[in-house]
Antibody, heavy 123, light 107 residues
Framework: EVQLLESGGGLVQPGGSLRLSCAASGFTFSSYAMSWVRQAPGKGLEWVSPISGSGDSTYYADSVRGRFTISRDNSKNTLYLQMNSLRVEDTAVYYC????????????????WGRGTLVTVSS | DIQMTQSPSSVSASVGDRVTITCRASQGISSWLAWYQQKPGKAPKLLIYAASTLQSGVPSRFSGSGSGTDFTLTISSLQPEDFATYYCQQANSFPYTFGPGTKVDIK
């Protein structure tokens, strides 16, 4: 059974940092791209950042580029999101999501999601 | 970036009703569109990928269609467990953008 378990959320002041983790199990972690998706309270979904299965390819939404860093440790089956220079508008539930791949390897959706971890940025 | 819009933003319906949600992309995305269902306090659930392919385990009352810029999600006979918010998401090019969501609630 595929399981994704996020941790590391909490309350932080503007300008502060947090590192989120997502522990994965039930599938060959290194074979799949992973993403972080966030949802501000009462709002819709925002795709934040993906990372390839090997970890050598990443991308960032404009809203977080230069402040957030996605990484993974395939030996530990764990995905990370380092968040620096946090802003009030980064307040959200952060989900990790497993990429659903075509045969050619393109991600065409997210088939498993964690329960999310809440990040609150407030003074 | 590709912008995604959905209509309606909300719909009130009764059990047994047919419900159709529309998603439009600001530029062509071929068939690279996914639909998700999200219930309050829960993570999204993948319903449909590649515009019309039902994810394993999803009831057949859900169906998707469309290509290019215009897509639809149809629930043929609404069940009590279907009251939720539905999101479309394009997977044609980075950033993978989501639509703003359509809330389906009880009439």
């Amino acid at each position: 059974e595929v399981q994704l378990l996020e941790s590391g959320g909490g309350l932080v002041q503007p300008g502060g940092s947090l590192r989120l983790s997502c522990a994965a199990s039930g599938f060959t972690f290194s074979s799949y791209a992973m993403s972080w998706v966030r949802q501000a309270p009462g709002k819709g979904l925002e795709w934040v950042s993906p990372i390839s299965g090997s970890g050598d390819s990443t991308y960032y939404a404009d809203s977080v580029r230069g402040r957030f860093t996605i990484s993974r440790d395939n030996s530990k089956n764990t995905l990370y999101l380092q968040m620096n220079s946090l802003r009030v508008e980064d307040t959200a539930v952060y989900y990790c999501a497993k990429g659903y791949h075509t045969i050619s390897g393109s991600v065409i959706g997210f088939d498993y999601w964690g329960r999310g971890t809440l990040v609150t940025v407030s003074s | 970036d590709i912008q995604m819009t959905q209509s309606p933003s909300s719909v009130s319906a009764s059990v047994g009703d047919r419900v159709t949600i529309t998603c439009r992309a600001s530029q062509g995305i071929s068939s690279w569109l996914a639909w998700y269902q999200q219930k309050p306090g829960k993570a999204p659930k993948l319903l449909i990928y590649a515009a019309s392919t039902l994810q394993s385990g999803v009831p057949s009352r859900f169906s998707g269609s469309g290509s290019g810029t215009d897509f639809t999600l149809t629930i043929s006979s609404l069940q009590p467990e279907d009251f939720a918010t539905y999101y479309c998401q394009q997977a044609n090019s980075f950033p993978y953008t989501f639509g703003p969501g359509t809330k389906v609630d009880i009439k």
